[in-house]
């Protein structure tokens, strides 16, 4: 069965940092790309930042550009998202979520975790 587990959200002052992790389960993680995507309070989902499972290529939404990280690690299963300077608007519900075709950076996902809350605010 196919899971995500994500972690590590949390309530931070403007300002700070969170890194949070989705840990991926059921599938062969090294193949598929990966991404972030966070749904704000009243707001439809935002896609955040994808990492390509090829050759580690990253891209991120203009509003996190400079500021948020992706990255994973093969071995452990596990996607990250550092976080830094976070402002009162990257408050929302993070999901990571698997791109439904293996390889192909589709864009569109098939499977998501729970979500990890992270709330900024002072």
């Known amino acids: 069965e196919v899971q995500l587990v994500e972690s590590g959200g949390d309530m931070v002052q403007p300002g700070g940092s969170l890194r949070l992790s989705c840990a991926a389960f059921g599938f062969s993680f090294s193949n598929y790309d990966m991404a972030w995507v966070r749904q704000a309070p009243g707001k439809g989902p935002e896609w955040v930042s994808d990492?390509?499972?090829?050759?580690?290529?990253?891209a991120y939404a203009d509003s996190v550009k400079d500021r948020f990280t992706i990255s994973r690690d093969n071995a452990r299963n596990t996607l990250y998202l550092q976080m830094n300077s976070l402002q009162p608007d990257d408050t929302a519900l993070y999901y990571c979520?698997?791109?439904?075709?293996?390889?192909?950076?589709?864009?569109?996902?098939?499977?998501w975790g729970q979500g990890t809350q992270v709330t900024v605010s002072s």
């Open positions: 979520a698997r791109d439904i075709v293996p390889g192909w950076g589709t864009k569109a996902y098939d499977y």
């Open positions: 990492i390509r499972t090829a050759n580690g290529h990253t």
